[in-house]
C-alpha cells in the first residue's frame, strides 16, 4: 500500500478544480471570480493499492511572486514537494500555458503534462501533437477532458508511473545566455552550500538573479525553522472553497 | 523596408501589431510577459473604451485591457494587410 502526493498547478480557467472533481469525486462548486481558489483545497481518492492526496493550487499564469496565490502555488511545489505535480494546460490556448508549464519544470522534474479541454479544441479545429509536446518537454504529456471524463485513468497511470518511479522524467533545461549560465554557475555553489540539495538550486539562483526578494524572505523563514508544515489555510472534503 | 515601431497606445482599432519592445518595468513586466506580450507575438487592437482608456488588446486569444501608462511602453510594428 503506497501513498503519494499529487500537486494540480495550471493557469485560471484551464479546468483544474474540475479535474480535482473528477478524481476526488467531489461536487465542490467552483466559479469564475477573481480570487475563486485562494486557498488551496485538498482531497484523496484510491486507485487499486495506492491512495493520492490530491492540493488543487490557485490558479495562476506564473509562479513568480507577482500576487499571493502565486506564491501559495510556488511554495507548495518548492517547500512541500508533492511526488508528482500535474500541469493542467488548456488545449485551446497551448501558448500561454507552456509557459507556466516551463517554469514548473525549472522547479521539479516530477511533472506530468495534462492538456484538458482536448473536446473543446477538436471543435475548433485544434489538432495536438501529444507526442512532440512530450518529446520536447521531456515529461509525459497526457491530453483529457476532465468534464467528459476522457483521459482520465490514461493520466493517472502516467502520475502512478512517476510517483513511484518507473517514469523518471527528464524535463527540458531552459539554457540562457552565457552571461547568466555563468552567474548561475557561482550561485549554485554558494546556494547547496547553504541550503543542501533540499531545494532546486538551479531555480533558486535564477530567482535570486531576478532580485525576487519575497523569495529570499520565505527562504529565511524556512532556514529558521525547518521542522515546521505548511501553515497555509487548507480545505479538505465537502467544504467549498466559496466563502 | 525598415518600418517604424510604434507604440500599442497609437495603433489604429482593428489593426495587428507585432510586438518588438516591452519597455515595462518590474512586477507589471513579468504579468504582462506571463500573459503573451512577448516580442514576436501578434497583438490585435480591439477597441477603445467609451472615454478612450483602457483599450482592449487580444493576445493569445484572450482579450486584455491595457491603459495608456502601461500600452504607450509597449511597441511594435503593423502586420498584415496594413505593412507597407
Known sequence: ?243 | MPSISIPLSDALIGSHICLDRIDVQGILRRRLLDLGFVPGNIVEVMQKSPLGDPTAFRVNNTIIALRKEESSLIFGEYVGSDET
Open chain 1, 1 to 243: 500500500m503506497s501513498s503519494y502526493t499529487i500537486a494540480l498547478a495550471g493557469n485560471p480557467n484551464t479546468g483544474k478544480s474540475t479535474l480535482f472533481n473528477t478524481l476526488t469525486g467531489l461536487r465542490q462548486h467552483t466559479g469564475n471570480w477573481a480570487g475563486k481558489t485562494v486557498v488551496m483545497a485538498e482531497g484523496e481518492f484510491s486507485r487499486g493499492d495506492t491512495t493520492f492526496r490530491i492540493i488543487d493550487l490557485p490558479g495562476t499564469y506564473s509562479l513568480y511572486s507577482n500576487s499571493a496565490d502565486e506564491e501559495v502555488a510556488r511554495d507548495y511545489i518548492i517547500f512541500e514537494q508533492p511526488d508528482v505535480t500535474i500541469v493542467v494546460l488548456d488545449a485551446t490556448s497551448l501558448e500561454r500555458n507552456l509557459n507556466l508549464a516551463l517554469q514548473v519544470l525549472e522547479m521539479t522534474p516530477r511533472v506530468v503534462v495534462c492538456v484538458n479541454l482536448i473536446d473543446e479544441a477538436k471543435k475548433l479545429g485544434i489538432r495536438i501533437d501529444l507526442e512532440k509536446i512530450s518529446q520536447r518537454l521531456g515529461v509525459p504529456c497526457i491530453a483529457i477532458s476532465a468534464r467528459n471524463h476522457i483521459g482520465i485513468e490514461n493520466l493517472l497511470d502516467q502520475v502512478e508511473k512517476v510517483a513511484n518511479g518507473t517514469t523518471v522524467p527528464t524535463p527540458v533545461q531552459i539554457t540562457y545566455s552565457d552571461q547568466i549560465e555563468s552567474k548561475l554557475a557561482q550561485l549554485e555553489l554558494l546556494i547547496e552550500k547553504t541550503l543542501g540539495s533540499r531545494f532546486p538550486t538551479r531555480w533558486i539562483a535564477l530567482r535570486l538573479l531576478d532580485g525576487d526578494e519575497s523569495l529570499l524572505n520565505t527562504l529565511r523563514e524556512r532556514m529558521q525553522k525547518p521542522a515546521e508544515s505548511f501553515g497555509e489555510e487548507r480545505l479538505t472534503h465537502g467544504q467549498t472553497v466559496c466563502h
